[in-house]
């Protein structure tokens, strides 16, 4: 069993920065593909980034390549959204979650989710 805690939301301005971090419980977390999701209200939950077990294997949704950034840490069990030239677009719930296996962009292939961190961008 993994448990995830995201941490790192907040109301920011349109061009500025956040990031985000995720805390993963148990032994396991290295051999975990990890992915950044997120839902805006009225709007099903959507891909962001996501991260293989080693970090080689990195991939982002085409809204948000070029300022969001994901990268792990295996020693500290924690995975990270780096996110740059904010838009009040990206104003949404931001989850993490795992899985057991290779990266994946679809909700339904992650076992395990966190709670969710608000992220809002005003104009």
């Known amino acids: 069993q993994v448990q995830l805690v995201e941490s790192g939301g907040g109301l920011v301005q349109a061009g500025g920065s956040l990031r985000l971090s995720c805390l993963a419980s148990g032994r396991t977390f290295s051999s975990k593909s990890m992915g950044w999701f997120r839902q805006a209200p009225g709007k099903e939950r959507e891909f962001v980034a996501t991260?293989?077990?080693?970090?080689?294997?990195?991939y982002y949704a085409d809204s948000v390549k070029g300022r969001f950034t994901i990268s792990r840490d295996n020693a500290e069990n924690r995975v990270y959204l780096q996110m740059n030239s904010l838009k009040p677009e990206d104003t949404a719930v931001y989850y993490c979650?795992?899985?057991?296996?290779?990266?994946?962009?679809?909700?339904?292939?992650?076992?395990?989710w966190g709670q969710g961190t608000q992220v809002t961008v005003s104009s």
């Open positions: 991260i293989g077990w080693t970090g080689r294997w990195i």
């Open positions: 979650a795992a899985r057991d296996g290779l990266w994946s962009r679809e909700v339904y292939e992650y076992d395990y």
